[in-house]
T-cell receptor
Framework: SAVISQKPSRDICQRGTSLTIQCQVDSQVTMMFWYRQQPGQSLTLIATANQGSEATYESGFVIDKFPISRPNLTFSTLTVSNMSPEDSSIYLC????????????FGEGSRLTVL | AQSVAQPEDQVNVAEGNPLTVKCTYSVSGNPYLFWYVQYPNRGLQFLLKYITGDNLVKGSYGFEAEFNKSQTSFHLKKPSALVSDSALYFCAVRPRGSQGNLIFGKGTKLSVKP
């Protein structure tokens, strides 16, 4: 299994500002995934972050709004840019276990509230 | 479109009674199937998965899940519920050949009363 640490665990932000979420894994992983969980909703994949290449974004998510960095095999950041109240969500970092059948391991999440 | 359905928003069970949380999926091929639990203000914790073989899979905290290919279902079960099992449960699938992403259901809130 993997241990994933996310910072901040929660924050209250003002409209129009940006916030960067950090994700640290205790082992080297090829792919890291960023999910969004809106209030009362399921998880939606924002993007897949591979080390050494641009992140791959899912439909409905763009790099200008959610820029991602992946400087090495144990760390990634997700920035939520120019926030609006609609961005109030839990943002979750995850990594996959070994192989195609591996389960995803999740961080504790970063709960953002945008006023 | 590929999807996962959890038809119940909430399941209420008395402590000590058996529980079932339902999940059906619409994914081509033979996907891998997963269950996760989310406690309040926490991330998701892996419970169990079905890859191949025996249709009954056992997982953490006494949970098990039954895979039914003909009904494309993967229901989560526990013989005797505990109050501490109260949480949000997510069913998820990964199509074979996928890079790693999981497709999640909308979640079912389980409430176990003493």
């Amino acid at each position: 299994s993997a241990v994933i640490s996310q910072k901040p665990s929660r924050d209250i932000c003002q409209r129009g500002t940006s916030l960067t979420i950090q994700c640290q894994v205790d082992s080297q992983v090829t792919m890291m995934f960023w999910y969004r969980q809106q209030p009362g909703q399921s998880l939606t994949l924002i993007a897949t972050a591979n080390q050494g290449s641009e992140a791959t974004y899912e439909s409905g998510f763009v790099i200008d709004k959610f820029p991602i960095s992946r400087p090495n095999l144990t760390f990634s950041t997700l920035t939520v840019s120019n926030m609006s109240p609609e961005d109030s969500s839990i943002y979750l970092c995850s990594v996959r276990g070994d192989g195609e059948t591996g389960e995803l391991f999740f961080g504790e999440g970063s709960r953002l509230t945008v006023l | 479109a590929q999807s996962v359905a959890q038809p119940e928003d909430q399941v209420n069970v008395a402590e000590g009674n058996p529980l079932t949380v339902k999940c059906t999926y619409s994914v081509s091929g033979n996907p891998y199937l997963f269950w996760y639990v989310q406690y309040p203000n926490r991330g998701l914790q892996f419970l169990l998965k079905y890859i191949t073989g025996d249709n009954l899979v056992k997982g953490s905290y006494g949970f098990e899940a039954e895979f039914n290919k003909s009904q494309t279902s993967f229901h989560l079960k526990k013989p005797s519920a505990l109050v501490s099992d109260s949480a949000l449960y997510f069913c998820a699938v990964r199509p074979r050949g996928s890079q790693g992403n999981l497709i999640f259901g909308k979640g079912t809130k389980l409430s176990v009363k003493p």
